[in-house]
């Protein structure tokens, strides 16, 4: 019988399904499977936040993408057009911009309106 080789995806997954058992601290679970408390933490936001389908890697390039897409390819905006562009909306829209209720930041997603 052949030895099962875990993917990436299952480990990740078996990690998040431990640490909502809660029978075992995330501390020791990031041991166990060998990747930091802040990489923990990390998947386990983004599984709270999005599910299972959350948990695949995510391109490094999603900014760049993200800014050619609105703006069209020759066209270069300041890395954080996107950025300016949430904060004058919360000045406008936010009663408290500092505490946002309605446009919050998904970190290591982007930004989720909530009305």
């Not at 905006?77 to 500092?98: C, F, G, M, W, Y």
Request: proline share 5%.
């Amino acid at each position: 019988m052949p030895w099962k080789v875990p993917s990436i995806m299952s480990e990740r997954l078996e990690f998040v399904r431990m640490v909502e058992a809660g029978t075992v601290s995330l501390a020791e679970l990031c041991r166990r499977f060998g990747i930091s408390r802040k990489t923990g933490h990390k998947w386990l936001a983004r599984y709270r936040e999005a599910g299972s389908s959350a948990l695949t890697d995510r391109s490094q390039r999603r900014r760049a993408e993200l800014l050619e897409r609105s703006w069209g390819t020759g066209i270069y905006p300041a890395d954080r057009t996107v950025d300016n562009h949430i904060v004058s909306l919360r000045r406008k829209l936010e009663p408290d911009p500092q505490n946002p209720q309605h446009i919050l930041t998904a970190h290591a997603v982007g930004y989720k309106l909530v009305l």
